[in-house]
Nanobody, 127 residues
């Protein structure tokens, strides 16, 4: 049974930072692509960032334009965890953030490609 558990969300002021964590059990994350998505009230779930190791130790990362330069996705293979460091947060970053995993490193932004999801962690950025 694969389980993904997100943590690290919270309330932060505009310009602040948060670090989200995704802990996995039942799946070795470095063998898969791991992504962060987010969903704001009344909006579709959207892609934020992804990381994959593709058989090598140096990870490959990919970001949505909306967070590029402000977010960094990383992984700790020993702990089987993936992180999302978010800086310069804006009110429009307010959403529930989910981590998800898939096989392969294609179609990263497609929600339907991901087979396991966490329950999400709330991020609220106040103006």
């Amino acid at each position: 049974q694969v389980q993904l558990v997100e943590s690290g969300g919270g309330l932060v002021q505009t310009g602040g930072s948060l670090s989200l964590s995704c802990a996995a059990s039942g799946r070795t994350l470095r063998s898969y692509t791991v992504a962060w998505f987010r969903q704001a009230p009344g909006k579709e779930r959207e892609f934020v960032a992804a990381i994959g190791w593709s058989g090598v130790f140096t990870p490959i990362t990919y970001y949505a334009d909306s967070v590029k330069g402000r977010c960094t996705i990383s992984g700790d293979n020993a702990k089987n965890m993936v992180y999302l460091q978010m800086n310069s947060l804006r009110p429009e970053d307010t959403a529930v953030y989910y981590c998800a995993t898939k096989r392969g490193f294609g179609n990263l932004e497609s929600k339907s490609e991901y087979d396991y999801w966490g329950q999400g962690t709330q991020v609220t950025v106040s103006s």
